[in-house]
C-alpha cells in the first residue's frame, strides 16, 4: 500500500470530531477534485510502499484507540481488507474516508463517504483528460448505498456554493433513505476567513434540514499544515 504520511493529531472533521487519532494516508487517487488540500496525495503523489507489518507496527508506535485510514483515495488498495482486519483486532476504532467511488470487503468502526459534487470537477481548459475521468466516475450511488447498508456510516458533502445545496438534496434522494443526523456539510476552504464566510448560510441550512454542521476544526487549531 502506497503510504504518504502517518502521523497523530486530532480529528478535525465530521462525527468524531475532538478525537485524538492516528492517521494513515494512503497516496493516490481516482479523482481530481480542484479544491483537494492533498495534492501530494493525488495530484503529484508522493509516498512508498509500506506492507500492513509495516503500518500496523508505525500505528502502535502512538498510544492511541483511533486510527483514520484516509488519502488520497484508500479504497484503491486492497491491502486496506487485511489492514483493517489487524486494526479491528486490536480494539482500534477505524474510520475510513472514501470518495464513495470504490467498493472493498472492508471491516470498519465508521465509514466516512464524502461524496464529489458536480462542481468538484477541475478546469477544463488546464486539466480536461482529468475533468473527464473525474466527471465519469465522482458518481457511483450504487456503491454509496452499499457502503451505507454495510457500515456506521456518515454522509460529509463539501460545499462550495449554495446552488450546490440543491444537488445534494437530488443526491440523497437517489441513495436514500438517508438519517439526516448522518449527512455533514463542510465549508470548502483552506482558510479561516473563507471558511467563515461559508458558515452562516451553511450552517443556517443544516439546521433547517436537520443536518450536521461540519466546521474544519483542524484550520482553527492548526492552520492549513500538512500532518495535521
Not at 41 to 54: I, K, N
Not at 105 to 111: G, K, W
Not at 152 to 164: G, M, R, S
Amino acid at each position: 500500500m502506497k503510504v504518504v504520511e502517518i502521523y497523530r493529531s486530532i480529528q478535525g472533521e465530521g462525527l468524531m470530531t475532538g478525537c485524538p487519532s492516528v492517521f494513515v494516508r494512503a497516496s493516490g487517487c481516482n479523482l481530481r477534485c480542484w479544491f483537494c488540500d492533498t495534492p501530494y496525495a493525488s495530484w503529484a503523489p508522493e509516498g512508498r510502499d509500506l506492507s500492513v507489518d509495516e503500518i500496523v507496527a508505525s500505528i502502535e508506535e502512538w498510544d492511541c484507540r483511533h486510527v483514520v485510514l484516509t488519502g488520497g483515495e484508500p479504497m484503491l488498495f486492497s491491502e486496506l481488507i487485511p489492514l483493517c482486519d489487524r486494526l479491528r483486532q486490536q480494539h482500534r476504532h477505524v474510520t475510513i474516508e472514501t470518495a464513495g467511488t470504490l467498493y472493498l470487503p472492508v471491516r470498519a468502526s465508521l465509514m466516512s463517504i464524502s461524496p464529489k459534487l458536480a462542481g468538484s470537477a477541475p478546469d477544463p481548459q488546464q486539466h480536461p483528460r482529468w475533468r473527464r475521468r473525474h466527471n465519469r466516475t465522482r458518481h457511483r450511488p450504487e456503491i454509496v448505498r452499499r457502503l451505507m447498508r454495510e457500515h456506521t456510516h456518515q454522509l460529509k458533502f463539501v460545499v462550495d456554493a449554495p446552488q450546490e445545496l440543491a444537488q445534494i438534496e437530488t443526491y440523497l434522494r437517489e441513495v436514500g433513505p438517508v438519517d439526516p443526523e448522518r449527512v455533514l456539510l463542510m465549508p470548502q476552504g483552506i482558510a479561516l476567513a473563507e471558511l467563515e464566510s461559508k458558515a452562516d448560510w451553511l450552517r443556517d441550512y443544516c439546521r433547517e434540514r436537520g443536518y450536521v454542521y461540519c466546521p474544519r476544526k483542524q484550520i482553527e487549531w492548526f492552520g492549513s499544515l500538512r500532518g495535521t
